[in-house]
């Protein structure tokens, strides 16, 4: 099937372990993102790679670290996770950037990380 | 700043009680305006994309307007399969989605 798909689904880890998400999309799409939503269902981005070239650097602590090795995968590196990294991180992707084809961003189901 | 609020945060209808949604935006230039529905459990799933004022688009109960300040999403005769929360995100004048807090509509049969 044709998805964004990231894994793990769930990862419950302590406070100052390092962990990774992956994500890779077989859509064509040139464009990759990575999101956190809060408890309160917010959105906020905090990375973009367009043909894996970093465009898009939110103020995100350095203690995570975007890598993208072919424009089809972008995972997502934490390092010394802390309590309040604890949220759901969803990777999308586009045709183009900023989603400016018809449909938008592709989403991934989302990896809940538990920092206990 | 670009900014998106939404409301009402919580919405709870009755099976065919028509219904909107409102998604009101700043943003230095809008480059479009996308409508979202998110499942608990899942990722954002794409609804519309509005370039425009004046701007309409339908999908079987719902339908997406958009003003140069604000956008509706109207739900017609609702079912309960329509509960999820939905989500508006604005694209301005750079290479990002911001997005607003969502609403979580509910419908009861």
């Known amino acids: 099937d044709t998805a964004v798909s990231q894994t793990p689904k769930y990862l419950v880890t302590q406070m100052g372990n390092d962990k990774s998400i992956k994500c890779e999309q077989n859509?064509?799409?040139?464009?990759m993102y990575w999101y956190k939503q809060d408890s309160k269902k917010f959105l906020k981005i905090m990375f973009s790679?367009?043909?894996?070239?970093?465009?898009i650097n939110e103020t995100v602590p350095n203690r995570f670290s975007p890598k993208s090795p072919d424009k089809a995968h972008l995972n997502l590196h934490i390092n010394s996770l802390e309590l309040g990294d604890s949220a759901v991180y969803f990777c999308?992707?586009?045709?183009?950037?900023?989603?400016?084809?018809?449909?938008?961003?592709?989403f991934g189901s989302g990896t809940r990380l538990t920092v206990v | 700043e670009d900014q998106v609020t939404q409301s009402p945060e919580a919405l709870r209808l009755q099976e065919g009680e028509s219904s909107s949604l409102n998604c009101s935006y700043t943003?230095?230039?809008?480059?479009?305006l996308f409508w979202y529905r998110q499942d608990p459990g899942k990722g954002p799933e794409f609804l519309f994309t509005?370039?425009?004022a004046g701007e309409e688009k339908e999908k079987e109960r719902l339908k997406a307007t958009l003003t140069k300040k604000e956008s509706f999403l109207h739900i017609t005769a609702p079912k309960p399969e329509d509960s999820a929360t939905y989500l508006c995100?604005?694209?301005?004048?750079?290479?990002?989605?911001?997005f607003g807090t969502g609403t979580r509509l509910q419908v009861f049969p």
């Open positions: 995100a604005v694209h301005p004048n750079t290479d990002k989605l911001i």
């Open positions: 790679y367009n043909n894996k070239e970093l465009i």
């Open positions: 999308a992707s586009s045709q183009d950037r900023g989603g400016q084809a018809n449909y938008g961003y592709t």
């Open positions: 859509l064509g799409h040139d464009t």
């Open positions: 509005l370039y425009s």
């Open positions: 943003v230095s230039g809008l480059r479009g």
